[in-house]
């Protein structure tokens, strides 16, 4: 087998995607061991809500030159999670895609961090088999081709949680892991994933201790609850008339929604790199977005902007699921839904009730239905139901005969 790239060129300062766990507390220390470079560790802060404090002396501990946090919680709602819902993003019809709007946020900051600290490689803590190696290194490649990548799941003799285990033992590393693991999580504002473990078996139904961010819709109030969701452009600003900043206003109705049993999904799903994988998700706030903001289109977009609009959602999905948010093909479709939402603009009243939401209201100064048009009253001649026959008959010239064997 050919030398890999960082052996070949050994990299003299890599800045490694850290978080304190098994598994990058074993890379930062096996980076120094391997290539007897320097290690900057960086962290990323997306509403995980892991205690972060006390994790730049963890790093130095175990060979880091220094530990950089970035808080990008806002940034993370404002500049990735909105946009997704603004172009209806949903994958394979049912995942709301936390993990992957996650990704290309922290490779970007990555990138930045790598460049301020004087390094010339980066490092990622992804493995071989899923799709946030792609994420995270196409994104790498859009913003800084220039950078070394190296991720040691594919490059190393370690196979497994035992042996890391056993690294870490070896060079006295500070973790807190055991080697049985049910399954493993990923979380921020958007969402927690669960997978791998004992849900590698798509049909053993997930354990109710499991679950974070939600309440069985069995043990959710019997009590509904009635929120009003103020948009403007597309983006979420208000929940019953205050308004909120983007991280606030979702970690709000995370709270609201999970507590109703809202936003769990179990689904088998097609990874990007070949192969299906058993996912778990709990996106209560998400959820409820998505579903507001579908509302409020309704009634402020034009019919055929919504059905072409429409068109371009899976393949968007797709896109975001895949990595390619730095894409040129990217930047082209956020453009055409950006500006579909100029007058998605007004209040969309929820119904949130074990398990289930529902559109309860809408309204907005923007608005194109008309009670005039479509009353069953008298309608004062807005609209002539005469005109419908040979609009009807126009629309079935083609069919005339198609089904008579004529």
Known sequence: MPPSKSRSNPPKRVCLAYSGGLDTSVILRWLIEEYGCEVVAYCADVGQEEELSGLPEKAR?????????????????????????????????????????????????????????GCDAVAHGATGKGNDQVRFELTFRALAPDLQVIAPWRDWDLRSRTDCLAYAQKYEIP?????????????????????????EDPWRAPEEDMFVLTRSPEDAPDVAAELIIGFEHG?????????????????????????????RVDLVENRFVGLKSRGVYETPGGTVLHAAHRAMESITLDREVMHEKDKLSPRFAELIYNGFWFAPEMDFLRAAIDASQENVTGEVRV?????????????SPFSLYSEDLVTFE???????????GGFIRLQGLRLSGTRSGS
Not at 175 to 199: C, Q, W
């Open 61 to 117: 501990a175990t060979g880091a030159e220094d530990c950089i946090i970035r808080d990008l919680r806002e940034e993370f709602v404002r500049d990735y999670v909105f946009p997704a819902i603004r172009g209806n993003a949903v994958y394979e019809g049912v995942y709301l895609l936390g993990t992957a709007l996650a990704r290309p946020l922290i490779a970007k900051h990555h990138v930045e961090v790598a460049r301020e600290t």
């Open 175 to 199: 973790v807190t892991a055991s080697v049985k693991k049910p399954y493993s999580m990923d979380r921020n504002l958007l969402h927690i994933s669960f997978e791998g473990g004992i849900l």
């Open 235 to 263: 983006d979420a600003v208000s929940i019953d008339g205050e308004e909120l900043s983007p991280a606030v206003l979702l970690h709000r109705l995370n709270q609201i929604a999970g507590s109703h049993g809202i936003g």
């Open 351 to 363: 119904r949130l009730y074990k398990g289930g939401v529902q559109i309860t209201g809408r309204r």
């Open 378 to 388: 008298e309608d004062e001649g807005v609209y002539d139901q005469a005109d419908a």
